[in-house]
């Protein structure tokens, strides 16, 4: 196919089409878009909508928004008029020269795919990040990179149809997305798809598939790479990676393992490890992800507001102290947070339950600390000031997402932060 000569359909308005429609008009590219809203029905190659009629026949291919699931009866429709499909990973593919790496998991990915475009260029190889982070995966054609780093999610590698890649990786699996995946083993066999075309397949050794492919993993405090232990570096308190006789703070676990990972992919790249850590000292935090913002009269305050399953609350949960005032809750998810019950049962002060599901978390925590129930974050953090003292942490760790009140986790966690600010001011 002619990538340029083409015409497209996107179907929906996401971050997909801003991404998509953006670069189409940038190259003068034909394009239609509509939403599921705007359809009234669809026969006889035509798609019907409100304010206009699309001839399918003048459509080479479709793009699907991540977002609506395969089994959507839009996406029936359309397949019943022998409409071809394709993503925005797939054109870029077409397009670019560059070596691809593709990341997915639960969680750590865009952590992971920044660290690593950060550790390359460092080194002198030019790299981007791009995909599920939220960098169009176009940015990658404004320049010549010698790696493009893409992050995918289960919902976009539901709808890749062939996928190529240098390196690819799976970082972890923990139970989320199964509202649309049905069970964990449909969301492990959508996260598999990853390893189709690649070169080079890595997992992590605590899944079940693991025997199957490279891996990486943490054993205690000792990092292993394709099942070598790297002798020069450990993991100390969770708190402390140790390289040689040098000492780097990290937020928890998670970082370590998210460094093991970049770790086994830069060494199919062939990076020194020396360089890999000096890199990794440099690094920069990203927002909303265990992120310590402020401190108030001796009351430290972390937005964890990426956090949408037990797994990532868990992580949150091992990278701080005691006396944690903890806020979970959002939207209903079938999910199971028993391997919360240890950690908050030892470290958690007061637990803070919000959102549609907090009945559904009360109920799966068995937990024997003082709770406290709140239909809104700002009725929660109004009853956490008048209870915190110094030497408390507040943590918001939701443990699942929030499309109830909010349109992503960005905004749950600015929120969470301006009201914070709004109460310590009110203090002062």
């Known amino acids: 196919m002619n990538v340029y000569k083409s015409s497209y359909l996107i179907i929906g308005k996401g971050v997909t089409f801003n991404h998509c429609s953006r670069f189409f008009e940038d190259n003068n590219i034909s394009y239609d878009s509509i939403t599921s809203n705007d359809i009234l029905d669809i026969k006889d190659n035509l798609i019907i909508c409100k304010d206009r009629t699309i001839n399918l026949k003048k459509i080479d291919f479709s793009i699907i928004s991540p977002g609506i699931p395969p089994s959507a009866p839009i996406i029936k429709k359309l397949s019943k008029q022998r409409c071809k499909f394709i993503t925005d990973i797939e054109l870029i593919q077409k397009l670019s020269k560059s070596k691809f790496i593709c990341v997915t998991g639960t969680n750590g990915k865009t952590s992971t795919v920044n660290l690593l475009s950060n550790i390359l260029n460092d080194n002198n190889i030019k790299a981007i990040a791009c995909g599920n982070n939220g960098v169009s995966v176009f940015d990658s054609l404004k320049s010549e990179y010698d790696y493009v780093i893409i992050e995918l999610s289960s919902y976009q590698l539901e709808h890749i149809n062939i996928l190529n890649s240098h390196i690819a990786i799976i970082l972890n699996l923990s139970s989320d997305h199964l509202d649309r995946h049905g069970s964990l083993y449909e969301y492990m066999e959508t996260k598999l798809k990853i390893f189709k075309n690649t070169d080079h397949s890595l997992i992590s050794k605590d899944l079940n598939v693991a025997n199957k492919y490279d891996t990486f993993y943490l054993e205690g405090t000792d990092f292993f790479v394709f099942d070598n232990k790297i002798e020069e570096l450990s993991l100390k308190n969770n708190k402390e990676i140790v390289y040689l006789s040098n000492i780097y703070k990290i937020s928890g676990r998670h970082e370590a393992l998210n460094l093991c990972a970049c770790i086994a992919i830069l060494n199919v790249i062939g990076i020194p490890l020396g360089d890999v850590i000096n890199s990794f000292s440099k690094r920069k935090h990203l927002e909303h992800r265990v ?16 956090s949408t399953n037990a797994n990532s609350t868990h992580n949150a949960l091992e990278s701080n102290d005691r006396n944690i005032i903890l806020i979970m809750g959002g939207d209903k998810k079938n999910l199971s947070y028993k391997i919360l019950n240890k950690p908050i049962n030892k470290k958690v002060k007061i637990l803070i339950l919000i959102g549609e599901n907090k009945d559904h978390l009360d109920e799966e925590l068995k937990v024997e600390v003082k709770k406290a129930y709140f239909k809104s974050l700002d009725e929660a953090i109004n009853y956490i000031f008048s209870q915190m003292i110094a ?14 009140n909010y349109s992503n986790f960005e905004q749950r966690g600015n929120h969470f932060k301006e009201l914070v600010s709004k109460y310590a001011c009110q203090q002062n």
Do not use: A, H, Q
């Open 391 to 404: 030497g408390d942490t507040v943590l918001m760790s939701p443990g699942t997402s929030s499309y109830y």
């Open 291 to 306: 992120e310590e913002f402020c401190v108030v009269n001796g009351v430290r305050f972390i937005n964890d507001s990426k």
